[in-house]
Nanobody, 115 residues
Framework: QVQLVESGGGLVQAGGSLRLSCAAS????????MGWYRQVPGKQRELVAS???????SYAESMKGRVSISRDDARNTVYLQMSSLKPEDTAVYYC?????????WGQGTQVTVSS
């Protein structure tokens, strides 16, 4: 089992940047995939970016070129660097750890982009 705590969300103007952090309660080097998802009310949660234990990354088409996911196994932390933010990026952003047993989710952090 792993607990995840996101931080770094907030209010930012369009065109601005934010870095989200996801701190895990245990080491993450053995976790298959760490990912960032986002959700707006009334819509399904969608994948923003993911990174495997081997460092392979994947990004949503809508976010390519504007986000970068990274992991610091020594700090048990995964980051999501976002830039050129748009109002449509406004959502609650969730961290997810995918293990062979289950998916584990954080409580989410709100990102609001004003126009």
């Amino acid at each position: 089992q792993v607990q995840l705590v996101e931080s770094g969300g907030g209010l930012v103007q369009a065109g601005g940047s934010l870095r989200l952090s996801c701190a895990a309660s245990r080491n993450i080097f053995s976790i298959n995939v760490m990912g960032w998802y986002r959700q707006v009310p009334g819509k399904q949660r969608e994948l923003v970016a993911s990174i495997t234990a081997g460092g392979r990354t994947s990004y949503a088409e809508s976010m390519k070129g504007r986000v970068s996911i990274s992991r610091d196994d020594a700090r048990n932390t995964v980051y999501l660097q976002m830039s050129s933010l748009k109002p449509e990026d406004t959502a609650v952003y969730y961290c997810c750890a995918t293990t062979v047993i289950s998916n584990y989710w954080g409580q989410g952090t709100q990102v609001t982009v004003s126009s």
